[in-house]
């Protein structure tokens, strides 16, 4: 994910000419001739930005932090996968021409604004934690329905579900997207009346709004799955999956399956001879153990962390374990380092996870991480359906 936004940095990174399109194509005129203008002179249009109109600067300013947090590999992954339903074949080669995550971005949202609402749905729904899921793997391989009216069933169901036994969801709307072999639905149902302080112009107000909470459905003809995130809402799980069955995949009954509750075996993970098993065409250089939770066998709630720098030694946490010698105990937790192999002279990139026991894993169901959890699965670490 890119950092924390703040203006200057955006106008640092995204090049002048591209401000100058984006500016020139909401008719804000903002005073600035971008062709006399030094790349990354940011306090000349800083100043130029902070003088225009609060409603202005309100608007543009969510736009760009929309902009901002796309600039960053998740979000070109997003913005390539919309590309692909899109059929544009020279997307990928476009956008790598394009130097840096802003520009690239920028870009896409100036020239294929087609693409950007798909992406930034996928892109939110890739940072979710996988904490968050709630799987269940055993439906059928079944087409899903996404015309506009089983996609209104849906929302209608979903509604109907929260305001009858909650009293709230009086309203809710469902958007579709497809991303690759998986269909995504976006369900945005009505949540309780808030009340909040809001600045308007230079008065504080008290405000009565109707905001919405979100619930994402994934689902994989394929494989026979569909993950739920439904925060605060995990008891609704399996009564959303019964809505979802019924109204896109036509499905009358659904079998009384539980969500995924598979578990993690990391014992092996505490042997120092335990070996991943990656495959040369992975892409992936290593994989590293940097610490071990174990939860000792004898006694109630005894724990012991093992944390070490793998930097230069790959080994150091095993090491560690060997000149503590504790006694017998389970391992409950690992944190895991992938380094991939660094490709047209670029510094590696990385990624690092935990897998906590019984059934709790950082990882997506895309891109890399589903690149790691294959070398999981391998290693006789990610559990079978």
Not at 95 to 107: N, P, R
């Amino acid at each position: 994910m890119a950092g924390q936004y703040s203006h200057k940095h955006f106008f640092r990174h995204v090049p002048n000419h591209q401000l100058a399109e984006y500016f020139s194509s909401k008719a804000v005129e903002l005073g600035v001739d971008f062709n006399m203008l030094k790349e990354k002179d940011v306090e000349t249009i800083f100043n130029a930005f902070t003088a225009l109109t609060e409603e202005q600067q309100a608007m543009i300013e969510a736009e760009f932090q929309d902009i901002h947090a796309m600039a960053c590999v998740g979000g070109i992954s997003a913005l390539i996968d919309e590309s692909i339903f899109h059929d544009d074949e020279l997307f990928v080669d476009d956008i790598s021409e394009i130097e840096g995550f802003h520009a690239k971005v920028m870009w896409a949202y100036l020239s294929k604004n087609d693409y950007w609402l798909g992406a930034t749905m996928f892109l939110h729904a890739d940072n979710v934690s996988s904490s968050y899921w709630k799987r269940r793997n055993d439906l059928p391989h079944v087409a899903p329905n996404v015309e506009e009216g089983d996609v209104k069933a849906l929302a209608s169901a979903i509604s109907h579900f929260f305001h009858s036994n909650e009293g709230r969801g009086r309203n809710c709307q469902v958007e579709v997207y497809r991303r690759q072999d998986k269909e995504y639905f976006f369900a945005y149902p009505e949540d309780f009346g808030l009340s909040s302080v809001e600045w308007e112009s230079d008065a504080l107000k008290t405000r009565a709004r109707h905001p919405a909470f979100e619930i994402i459905f994934v689902y994989c003809e394929e494989q026979g799955s569909l993950d739920i995130y439904a925060p605060k809402n995990t008891k609704a799980v399996p009564e959303l999956q019964r809505i979802f069955a019924r109204t896109i995949l036509n499905l009358d009954a659904l079998s009384n399956g539980r969500i995924d509750k598979r578990v993690y075996d990391l014992d092996p993970l505490g042997d120092a001879e335990f070996t991943f098993q990656v495959e040369p065409e992975s892409g992936i250089e290593q994989v590293t153990v940097t610490q071990l939770r174990l939860t000792l066998k004898h006694g109630s709630k005894r724990r012991i962390t093992l944390e070490a720098d793998t930097k230069n030694n790959p080994q150091a946490v095993y090491e560690l374990l060997e000149e503590l010698n504790p006694p017998d105990y389970f391992v409950t937790q690992t944190r895991v380092k992938v380094i991939f192999e660094s490709t047209f002279g670029r510094r590696a990139k990385t990624r690092t996870f935990n897998i906590t026991y019984p059934n709790s894993c950082a990882l997506g169901h895309d891109g890399d991480d589903l690149k790691i959890r294959e070398i999981l699965e391998k290693s006789g670490i990610e559990p079978q359906p």
